[in-house]
Each structure stands twice: as structure tokens, then as C-alpha cells.
């Protein structure tokens, strides 16, 4: 197959508080109406949702272009891979672990926390799937619900060591196991961790929280329902640039993702429910999260290696609300709360941010698009929806092994190989997809009121494209998951005019899954993978496709990270569908984009593929020891 490129060597000035670009070309750029606008420097992006002037309009149209010029110069291809490291530099590795100096360390409880057989503790944690069908009654926010949910979200899972390296995993995934992703904890005050309403950085090593600051009084009475408090989420885009090169920037979405959805996971098992704060901008997360101790970074006008300190600042991406389930809808003033937030550079923040690396690589283009894609505030006041919880689909019940959702998000590992021998049940097959939609049984998909797509603010705009390959009674071939099935016409045209669209037998009424060819796929996977053999040696593997171009269109460049964010929800879930089960799985961030494109008939930006994935039976490899996650050894890997 051969694959079509656009210009790649495109920048985009953009002037911000945050950045400082040097000196460098400007260009054009291919915008989704397909005209080329010449590119300017621009201001900060208008905080209202007043119609935009000509102006402001036209900085909109930049910003978005600058998300395409990325997502074009970030492809991999046949014969091109996206520009990164030619080798690793391990002594510059970054530290995965960000620490506060001087920051008062409040440590968590550890689960389990008595010293009771683990199987008698855990009897207290629901059943996996249960969660699907219905969340359980509150519990209060106290030191040990905080505990229990960094310890079944975002905690450390394990220690791995071999003869010559020992290394953490985390119940979070990410891209290389490199971990960019951070987070925050806003919290009215909690009895044995502050007294007083705080922000703290959550340190997974330590299963502790580093207090950076006491915030006033009145801020959750006045703005917020009872019993609720706020988990930010940043970025260090360096961790995974280090090793990934220019296409880091999708990978530290994905990981995003997958936070957001081990998080939602985690506070489900505790009868709380989240949703997404997107109506703050930028700057408001940036304040709230006390990252504005970070120096300006200035943006060079191409890759280049040397000493940047600055480039470990942590870039805010999301907030989540986090709320007893059942609870009404409240107002939500983000003008005020804005105002409010404005005050908190004026906080006494406590830490200072440890150094990661001793020498650097700059992929300009990254800093340049984490600039275009920033949000706004927009400026709403009103009805904080609340969705009524929807459960997912069932077909087959009896796919899950009894476990906890304990057991499955703690022991959840990225498999490194696949055995190509483990094969998968029909039923089994549609369960796990079952899970994977967002609007939950008896709807029609597009909504996102399920498990744990709720927390999400905007309708699905992310599918999956499926190479089945070991599924007892279904054929080999490729099929389509349809996750907003308003997206279904469209989807016919954009792809190629011999595909069936055609329900497999079977298949649940409630689940949109259309067989498209029947074919063994498997090396064809392979190959679209990159060449690995994980892609092929599974159950199923996948590409995850977003209604890519009209989104950004409509909604802005900000939308570009937050797609990402989908799959990364979409992949936690395959990890731990696959695991409930009995099997592993494994995101892969690296394929090649347009070939994927091609074999479906997609033209244009219209749909991309962003993310894909392989679900099977893992090959063990017996040289590593695991260790427990606490207490674990000193060392900072």
C-alpha cells in the first residue's frame, strides 16, 4: 500500500505567557476547508463565547492548523517514521517521579489495611463487572477513600527486576512505561490529612500526597455540592520525548486517558462519580494546581539537544469533579470560580519541583502544539449536568472470573508478547465490547453515560476499526465497532465501496459491530503495527478511529488532545476487560497512519486513526522477578 503525505515542515508562531518562541519562518498551512491562510503570530485566545471577530476568528483557524500540521508531521509511514532519537540516552533518562522539596509528605493507607487473609479484605471491594450494572452507595470522603482511590488508580502496582535493572509499574499504563502523566488532589478538609481545604500533589512512590498549599474556606460551600472535591491532571512532556521523539505528544494524551479512566474505575468502586470540569481554560488549571512555579520555557525554532531546565514544566490538561453518584444538578459559575481561581497565585505554595533529566532534547513542535491546543475559559453559568447512570450491555456475564475490581486494576499488566495460541469465545468477544460503548443498554450509542465514558463532557467521536483473528465461531476478518452511531452513514461513504456493513452472527441487538471482509488479517496487522508481532499473535487486535477533522472544526483546536483522551479511556477499558477475563492486552502507539487509512478507504482528515491495541494470551517472560508495589527499593525508576 502506498500512503499520501502532506507537507511535514510546517510551524506556527504562537505567543503566550507560558511559551516564548524564538525566532523562526513563518508558513501555510492546510486547513479543514482546504484553503491555505498564512500564518501569524497570535494572542491569547478569547475567553468569551461571543460571536469571534474576523481576527479572532482567524487566530482559531491557526490554532487548528497547527493540530493538523502536527498530526501530519507526526505520522509514521512504510518508509518514514516521525522524527525522534536516533538512540537512547540513558544517562539522561527522565526521573518518573515528580517530587515537591520541602513539601510536607501526608502519607495514605495501604490496602489491604488489616491483617486479615487478602482474600477475606477483599471480599469488601465489589466484583468487576458489577460496577457496569450499578455504582454502590457513597462512601465519605476520609483519609481512607482518599487512600483507597489514588491506591486503585494511579498508585504504584509492582516492582519488576531482572539480573541488571529493577523497575516500577504503576495501575495507570503508559506509553514505554515512561509515566508523564501527574496529578493533583483539591480537597475541602479531610480528618488525619489537612484541616484546612488543600491542594497536594499525589507522589506514588510514597502512596502520599506533598501538601503544596491551604486554600480558603469557602471555596467548595460556595461552588461545589457536598462531599465532592477536584483531581487535576498534568503533563511533563519530556518524560516521553525523551524516548518517542515529536510523536510524544499524542502518546502523553493517550496516558491522559488512561489516568482519566483508572480514576473514574477507581472512584466507581466507592459509589463516586466524575465528570470533566471543560469549562475552565487553561490558565484557571495552570493557577489551581499551583504550576505556575514553573519558568516560562522558550520554544527554539528547531530540535536541539543542551542543558533546558525549563522544559520539565508540567502542562495542565484536565479537572475532574469528583461527586457522590446520585446526586442532582447543580449550578456551575465558571466566570466566578475563574475570578476566585485568579487569587490563588497569591497562595503560600509549598515545594519546590526536583530536576529529571541533566541534559535535554527539544522537539520544538510538541511545545508548539501544546500552545495552539490550549483551552479557553468558557465563560457559562448554569445547570451542571448530571447524567443519570447507564448500564452497560450484557451478554455474557459468565466471561468474568469472579475477580475484584481490586484484583483486576492492581494486577493489570502491559503484555511485551502475545502467545498466537489463545484463542477467545464468540460471547466473550461481544461482553468485552459491550463494555466499550458509551451510551450503555437500550440507547442509541453517542451519548457518553456509561461506565466509565461518562466522565466525558462531549457525544463519542472515537470507533474501532478490529482484526479478529483467534475467535471461536466468528471469522477472521476485519470489523467495525460503531461507538457514535450517528457517525454510521457517514462512516459508509468515507470508507471503501465493497465493505459489507454487515452484523455478524450472533451479534447483540444493542451492539453495533459490522463485519466489513472476512480475510486472515493477521500479518496484514503485523505490518500496520509496525512490524510487531504482538499485533498479530492476539485474539484481536485494533485501530481506534476518531471523526477527526469536522470535530476540531467545529469545537476548535483544543478538541485535538481530548480525542486522544477517548482512546485512552477505550484502551483502559480493553486492558481491563482483558484481563477480568483472563487474558492481557496491550496499547501500541506505534503504527503506520495513512496504510491504515488506505485499507479502509478513508481520504482526507476526515477520520484518523490514534491509537491501537491487541487483546490475548501473554507470553510470560520467566528472567523477570516481580516484587510488592510498598515497601519497594529506593531507587527512582
Known amino acids: 500500500m502506498a500512503s499520501k503525505f502532506l507537507p511535514s515542515r510546517l510551524t506556527l508562531p504562537l505567543n503566550s505567557p507560558r511559551f516564548h518562541i524564538l525566532p523562526s519562518t513563518s508558513a501555510s498551512v492546510l486547513l479543514p476547508n482546504k484553503t491555505i491562510i498564512p500564518m501569524a503570530s497570535s494572542s491569547s485566545a478569547s475567553s468569551s463565547v461571543k460571536n469571534p471577530t474576523k481576527e479572532e476568528e482567524e487566530e482559531l483557524q491557526e490554532k487548528i492548523g497547527q493540530a493538523l500540521t502536527y498530526h501530519q508531521q507526526t505520522k509514521h509511514g512504510f518508509t518514514n517514521y516521525a522524527r525522534g532519537p536516533r538512540d537512547l540516552d540513558w544517562a539522561n533518562q527522565p526521573n518518573p517521579f515528580r517530587r515537591y522539596i520541602s513539601a ?63 523497575w516500577s509499574l504503576r495501575v495507570n499504563p503508559s506509553s514505554g512505561n515512561l509515566h508523564p502523566t501527574e496529578a493533583y488532589l483539591i480537597a475541602p478538609p479531610v ?72 480514576i473514574a474505575m477507581a472512584a466507581a468502586t466507592l459509589g463516586w462519580d466524575v465528570k470533566l470540569l471543560d469549562g475552565f481554560g487553561y490558565k484557571d488549571l495552570e493557577k489551581l494546581m499551583g504550576l505556575e512555579i514553573f519558568p516560562d520555557f522558550k520554544i527554539p525554532s528547531r530540535p536541539i539537544k543542551g542543558k533546558f531546565p525549563d522544559i520539565e514544566f508540567e502542562h495542565p490538561d484536565c479537572l475532574i469533579l469528583v461527586f457522590p453518584n446520585g446526586s442532582n444538578r447543580f449550578d456551575v459559575n465558571y466566570k466566578e470560580l475563574s475570578s476566585v481561581i485568579n487569587e490563588f497565585s497569591n497562595l503560600e505554595w509549598k515545594g519546590k519541583p526536583n530536576s529529571l533529566s541533566k541534559e535535554h532534547i527539544c522537539w520544538d513542535i510538541i511545545y508548539r502544539t501544546a500552545e495552539a491546543v490550549k483551552k479557553p475559559l468558557t465563560i457559562q453559568k448554569g445547570e451542571f449536568p448530571v447524567d443519570q447512570f447507564k448500564s452497560s450491555g ?23 508478547d502475545m502467545d498466537g495460541v489463545t484463542v477467545m469465545e464468540r460471547e466473550t468477544f461481544y461482553q468485552i465490547l459491550l463494555h466499550c460503548l458509551p451510551s450503555g443498554k437500550g440507547e442509541k450509542h453517542r451519548r457518553q453515560l456509561a461506565l466509565p465514558f461518562r466522565v466525558l463532557s462531549w457525544d463519542a467521536e472515537v470507533h474501532a476499526a478490529l482484526f479478529v ?164 527499593p529506593s531507587i527512582d525508576a
Open 104 to 166: 510536607p509528605l501526608l502519607p495514605l493507607l495501604h490496602f489491604p489495611t488489616d491483617k486479615k487473609p487478602t482474600v477475606a479484605v477483599t471480599d469488601d471491594a465489589p466484583l468487576y463487572s458489577s460496577l457496569f450494572h450499578s455504582l454502590p452507595p457513597p462512601k465519605p470522603i476520609t483519609q481512607s477513600t482518599i487512600s483507597q482511590l489514588f491506591y486503585d488508580s494511579l498508585a504504584l502496582s509492582a516492582w519488576k527486576t531482572t539480573r541488571f535493572s529493577t
Open 191 to 262: 480528618e488525619s490529612i489537612s484541616d484546612s481545604p488543600f491542594v497536594a500533589h499525589y507522589a506514588p512512590k510514597e502512596h502520599s500526597l506533598e501538601l503544596r498549599a491551604t486554600i480558603p474556606s469557602g471555596f467548595f460551600p460556595k461552588f461545589f455540592p457536598d462531599n465532592s472535591f477536584l483531581i487535576g491532571i498534568s503533563s511533563i512532556f519530556w518524560r516521553e520525548a525523551w524516548k518517542y521523539g515529536e510523536r510524544a505528544f499524542r502518546y502523553c494524551n493517550h496516558d491522559v486517558g488512561h489516568a482519566i479512566g483508572a
Open 394 to 416: 450484557i451478554c455474557s456475564e459468565n466471561s468474568y472470573k469472579g475477580l475484584t475490581i481490586r484484583e483486576v486494576v492492581r494486577k493489570r499488566r502491559s503484555a511485551v
Open 469 to 632: 483473528h483467534r475467535v471461536i465461531g466468528l471469522p477472521k476478518g476485519l470489523y467495525f465497532l460503531v461507538r457514535n452511531e450517528d457517525h454510521l452513514e457517514e462512516l459508509k461513504k468515507a470508507t471503501r465501496s465493497e465493505f459489507k456493513w454487515r452484523k455478524p452472527e450472533g451479534c447483540p441487538d444493542d451492539l453495533p459491530l459490522y463485519e466489513l471482509v472476512t480475510s486472515d488479517y493477521r500479518e496484514l496487522a503485523k505490518h500496520l503495527s509496525c512490524h510487531q508481532d504482538i499485533a498479530s499473535d492476539g485474539c484481536f487486535s485494533l485501530g481506534m478511529v476518531a471523526h477527526f477533522e469536522l470535530t476540531l472544526s467545529e469545537k476548535g483546536a483544543w478538541m485535538y488532545p481530548r480525542l486522544f483522551w477517548e482512546t485512552g479511556i477505550l484502551g483502559q477499558v480493553l486492558y481491563l476487560e482483558a484481563h477480568a477475563v483472563g487474558i492481557s492486552a496491550t496499547g501500541i502507539g506505534c503504527f503506520f497512519d495513512d496504510p491504515v487509512h488506505e485499507l479502509l478507504g478513508l481520504k482526507g482528515s476526515k477520520f484518523q486513526s490514534l491509537y491501537h491495541f491487541t487483546v490475548g494470551g501473554p507470553v510470560l517472560d520467566e528472567r523477570i522477578m516481580s516484587l510488592p508495589a510498598y515497601p519497594g
